[in-house]
């Protein structure tokens, strides 16, 4: 089957269990997960039952799509996302990002845990663009030309007018927001202290092992896009030692003031 016709199946599949029209998607990263659990009116579906759809692997990321009402707006969910290094294929990886396009949605809201570089851990920082260090692009392959084409501009694939929104809703709830730049690896493994000082020197605050693909792919078709990281740890060099327990932590020590954020931006979005 191709692409296009994947996705055909899956939106069908989807829109017979009665999601219709969401407005915006979202893709919860690391600990944010629970976001979904605050859905109303859920449509609950286990990621093993929807055709085409790839199954997370990372504990802390549960498989299921959620769909319902939040902060009085449609949306879609991922509730645990698909990550490269986990073996799954970029298609696969960026597959739930055609789907929300498919089904209608203006907007993503995408969300991860990254390295500070610019900043320390506990930090939200709002992505303004990114560089893509993965040496991969989702889009390689045969231009599906009824999402957009061959050559997609990234000049805005971080939507400055929802950024501004966040913002001010920030600025509202006295929850300090950043900005800077992402820069997507492939991971597993975290960086080296030379790959920090030069991504560094190449202009980058954040560093994380997701959301470049599904951002190039949301560009591709015109979704718009804000896209926030909760800074877990200082980058590789800039503090002693790196794990993943330390990510959790502080992951989990911010999702409050994030959920609440997040929350407070769907309504003004
Ligand atoms: N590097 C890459 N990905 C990450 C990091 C990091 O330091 N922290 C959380 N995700």
């Known amino acids: 089957m191709s692409l296009l016709e994947k ?20 893709i919860l990263g ?23 759809w790839g199954q997370s692997t990372v504990v802390g990321h549960v498989g299921k799509l959620v769909y319902g009402t939040l902060s009085g707006r449609k949306v879609l969910a991922l509730q645990g996302r698909f990550h490269f ?19 209608g949605c203006e907007g993503v809201i995408v969300t991860n845990a990254a390295g500070g ?3 320390g851990p506990g930090t939200l920082m709002a992505i303004t663009d990114h560089i ?11 231009n599906l030309d009824d999402f957009g084409p061959r050559f997609p501009d990234m000049s805005k694939a971080y939507t400055p007018a929802y950024r ?10 006295g929850i300090k927001l950043e900005e800077g730049v992402y820069l997507g690896v492939t991971g597993p493994t975290y960086e080296t202290p030379a790959e920090i000082r030069a991504f560094k020197s190449l202009g980058a605050d954040a560093v994380g092992m997701s959301t470049v693909p599904e951002v190039i792919v949301a560009a591709h078709s015109d979704l718009k896009v804000l896209g926030i990281s909760c800074i877990s740890n200082f980058a590789a060099g800039l503090q002693e030692e790196l794990n993943h327990e330390e990510v959790v932590e502080v992951t989990e020590r911010i999702k409050g003031d994030f959920k609440g954020l997040l929350k407070a931006i769907l309504s003004k979005l």
Request: no cysteine; aromatic share 6%.
């Open 132 to 142: 893509n260090m993965t040496g991969q692009n989702p889009l390689i392959g045969k």
């Open 30 to 52: 690391s600990g944010l997960g629970e976001l979904a659990d605050e859905i109303q009116d859920a449509i609950v579906i286990d990621y093993a039952d929807i055709p085409n």
């Open 117 to 119: 570089i610019s900043f």
């Open 164 to 173: 501004e929104i966040a913002h001010k809703v920030a600025d509202k709830l």
């Open 7 to 26: 996705i055909r199946v899956t939106q069908t599949f989807l829109e017979n269990k009665g999601i219709e029209k969401p407005e915006f998607g979202l």
């Open 85 to 103: 290094y986990e073996g799954n294929p970029l298609e696969v990886v960026t597959f739930p990002v055609r789907i929300m396009k498919a089904l």
